[in-house]
């Protein structure tokens, strides 16, 4: 009896270690009895017991390594050390566990000597300023050559350039020198752009001075018509004022039963107004010399009398 429940007990723990389960992102390779079975992926699996055993769990996320710093160089012949950082994907599980014996180091010297002979094609210049077509182009050769093992490389990015010591000071220099020009050049610029600012202030006021003296003259002059056009007509008004006031006299005097004889002595009087002693000679009509005559013997008789 003890032995059927040791049976027992050692069926149903074999029964369990048979039974496995996936998780995501995951894959089991099996094989049997030495030689690959299988590639079980996410679920609930069950093996033969003592035939089937799990040759390699691989996980089916992306990973990422960090390679220490490569010396490589340039095709200036300058040495320099640079560090590489790869993005990549396992595909293919059994590719994985059977193509290579240890695909980590595979990446890493194939990324070493991939990254040599890129460099030694470039110059040091064109090495510093190129890191997205020196990446695209590792990139492109590390996943072509990794195929065969199950793995896909998504990304190559270099890390960090380190030049030598003495390319680095000269660089420093080169930097600080350019800082300088730049800032040189702004403070030029910003010179130039003030005097600029300044000379058009100055013209934009004097501008401004000109066209107020223009407007100011115009002003005083149409002041100016504007007042001797109201003198000419107050003028105007006034000596129609004053003929208005003589006709008005003569229209009285008429009315008054007047002879002839006064009307043409007002009427001589009126001449006499507009003489104003300014005049030399005057016309008159004919009919009024008689009375002028007249006029000029009664004022000497008038004189003599006094």
């Not at 149903?12 to 048979?18: P, R």
């Not at 199950?150 to 990015?157: D, F, L």
């Amino acid at each position: 009896m003890p032995v059927v429940i040791a049976l027992l007990v050692i069926i149903v723990v074999v029964l369990v270690t048979c039974i496995k389960v996936v998780p995501q992102a995951n894959a089991f390779v099996i094989e049997r009895l030495g030689a690959y079975q299988q590639t079980w992926s996410v679920g609930l699996h069950i093996k033969m017991p003592i035939f089937d055993r799990v040759a390699k769990r691989v996980t089916l996320k992306e990973q990422v390594v960090d390679f220490a710093p490569q010396p490589v160089i340039t095709k200036d012949n300058v040495t320099m050390r640079i560090d590489t950082v790869v993005f990549y994907q396992i595909t293919d599980p059994k590719l994985f566990t059977y193509g290579v014996e240890n695909p980590i180091m595979a990446i890493e010297n194939l990324t070493a000597t991939t990254l040599r002979n890129i460099i030694g094609e470039m110059e040091l210049d064109q090495t510093l300023t190129s890191r997205e077509v020196i990446n695209t182009k590792m990139r492109a050769s590390l996943d072509e050559a990794t195929d065969p093992w199950g793995i896909k490389v998504n990304r190559v990015e270099l890390k960090n350039i380190i030049p030598p010591a003495e390319i680095q000071n000269a660089m420093e220099k080169q930097m600080k020198a350019e800082r300088e020009r730049r800032e040189a050049v702004t403070r030029a610029e910003g010179e130039k752009k003030a005097a600029i600012l300044e000379a058009e202030g100055m013209k934009e006021s004097a501008i401004l001075k000109a066209e107020a003296e223009k407007q100011a003259t115009v002003l005083h002059a149409e002041a100016q018509k504007e007042k001797k056009i109201r003198e000419a007509e107050g003028e105007a008004q006034a000596i129609l004022s004053i003929q208005q006031a003589k006709a008005d006299g003569i229209r009285v005097l008429r009315e008054a039963g007047a002879d002839e004889a006064v009307l043409k002595l007002k009427s001589l009087e009126a001449f006499e107004k507009v003489a104003d002693g300014q005049a030399t000679t005057i016309l008159m009509p004919a009919e009024l010399q008689g009375i002028a005559s007249v006029g000029t013997v009664l004022a000497e008789g008038m004189k003599s009398v006094k």
